[in-house]
């Protein structure tokens, strides 16, 4: 295990140069989850050598003094105690050192500038922690760069380091045939409802051992001191052990940090999955907005899952958008839903059918292809967004749809978001019929067109149609899509 003496002392025998620091303390955060002692510890050690090497007071004697002085003993303890007296020593020349300008010298001989001084002025902060350049000690005032309080509290990093950190990683994780996967929690891994909001028809979740079916006993969690139940998706632990072989994962919510590191503990429970790559709403750097910019991986190599699109603004080419999972009644009633819940039907998705089985297959197309070996191009040169448009275009590759009352005839046909996912899809769109056309999508069976696709046997098929294949990856046959004839009013 890490400390931060051995940490300095690594650094001090390599380069001494600030990107060794910052590596080696990303590597050890990564193995330190926020809430586990391990990290706290550090944290601890590292804010009171900051403050040590802060310490403007320190008494130039006193340090030289503590390195004349003896010590038993030899190898790393030398080393380190050595290191430390440099970095506090070092601190202390920076503040007493004066930079003379052009004016101050009186014989006209040219400025004479500490080194130390220099490099202090010059110095491009790339890390800040509590409050302080861990590079040259010089205290920050301003918020620059972006927060990653998820990795370490007090953690900020300039740009230009945030894209040095990715491209080294980048390339690490390529050497491993990984990429980043980023995963929603709500509606996508799992879903969560207040123990106030369990209806009548649902109170048989209040059960315990023998009272609850079978399905439910290692999926179902009551946490009294969150008054919450949550249900994890079908499928879920599966998916994340497959996954992990090809992405290396971030779980990324608008919830708040103890509910999201709580959720964590359900999804992983031996810590294998995400360590500290958790992020919630308090990490997010524009309001109601989630972002790549507090995720230390190159968008050209990240996928998203998550069933709201709206708050991927920025990064919509990098979604995989999911069907929401609605497990509980205050689930479905939350999005306007005024049907019954899977729990109060005491149903659930399938394990094998389901949205996280099929979109784990998708996920293993495409990593399939981004690493394919007949690629002629390098690996840091390939973009997932491409590959991932790719997989999406061959889901209704080769039907040809006409919409039937399903556009309203006052806007723009090319506008509507079922015509847009269905080019996505790879399908082509028209607003006239003719012999080409494979697949007529309506909630009418009566209409002329619903009539023309029956008689010349083309497929007749409800807007689901569409929806199902998108969120499944998959087109979906279009027989369990039957469009039924309106009710005479």
Not at 107 to 121: D, V, Y
Not at 372 to 385: C, F, I, Q, T
Request: with cysteine.
């Amino acid at each position: 295990s890490f400390t931060f003496e051995t940490i300095l002392v690594e650094w001090k025998r390599g380069s001494k140069d600030w990107t060794s620091f910052v590596d080696v303390l990303m590597s050890v955060v990564a193995d330190s989850p926020p809430h586990s002692s391990s990290s706290d510890d550090f944290a601890t050690l590292l804010e009171a050598e900051l403050d040590a090497i802060s310490d403007a007071s320190a008494d130039p004697e006193e340090v030289a003094e503590g390195e004349d002085g003896g010590g038993g003993g030899d190898g790393d303890e030398d080393d380190c105690d050595l290191n430390f007296k440099s970095v506090k020593r070092r601190k202390v020349e920076l503040s007493d050192d004066i930079v003379e300008t052009p004016s101050s010298s009186s014989q006209g001989e040219p400025a004479k500038t500490s080194g130390l001084s220099l490099e202090k002025i010059m110095c491009p902060h790339p890390g800040v922690y509590a409050g302080m350049c861990m590079r040259c000690g010089q205290k920050m005032d301003d918020e620059s760069g972006v927060a990653f309080g998820y990795i370490h509290k007090n953690l900020r990093l300039a740009n230009d380091e945030i894209a040095r950190v990715r491209d080294k990683d980048l390339k690490k994780l390529l050497g491993q045939r990984k990429l980043y996967l980023v995963l929603d929690l709500d509606h996508t891994l799992l879903n969560s409802a207040r123990l106030l909001d369990i209806t009548v028809e649902e109170g048989y979740l209040h059960g315990q051992g023998d009272a609850l079916p079978d399905s439910l006993k290692s999926s179902l969690y009551r946490l009294n001191w969150m008054q919450m139940m949550t249900k994890l998706r079908p499928f879920v632990h599966t998916f994340l052990k497959e996954a992990s072989k090809m992405f290396e994962m971030y779980i990324y919510t608008m919830g708040e940090r103890p509910y999201a590191l709580e959720m964590a503990k359900l999804l992983d429970p031996g810590d294998i999955y995400f360590n500290s790559k958790v992020i919630a709403q308090g990490d997010c750097t524009k309001r109601h907005q989630k972002g790549l910019d507090v995720v230390l991986g190159q968008e050209s190599a990240v996928l998203i899952l998550d069933d709201t699109e709206a708050v991927w603004g920025k990064h919509k080419e990098n979604l995989i958008l999911m069907e929401r999972y609605h497990f509980f009644s205050a689930s479905c009633k939350q999005f306007g839903f005024k049907c019954k819940s899977l729990s109060e039907l005491r149903s659930d998705e399938s394990e094998t059918e389901g949205a996280l089985a099929s979109v784990l297959k998708s996920l293993q197309r495409i990593h399939s292809l981004f690493f394919d070996p007949e690629r002629k191009d390098g690996l840091l040169d390939r973009d997932v967004r491409q590959v991932l448009k790719t997989v999406r275009t061959d889901v209704l590759k080769g039907c040809r749809l006409v919409f039937s009352r399903v556009i309203p005839t006052n806007s723009q046909a090319q506008h509507h978001h079922l015509w847009k996912i269905a080019e996505q899809l790879g399908a082509t769109c028209s607003n006239e019929l003719d012999p080409s056309v494979t697949h007529v999508v309506s909630m009418d069976a009566g209409t002329d067109k619903s009539r023309w696709a029956v008689k010349e046997k083309k497929f007749l098929v409800n807007p689901r149609w569409i929806e199902a294949s998108n969120y499944l990856w998959q087109k979906q046959p279009e027989e369990n899509f039957p469009v039924n004839q309106a009710k005479n009013k």
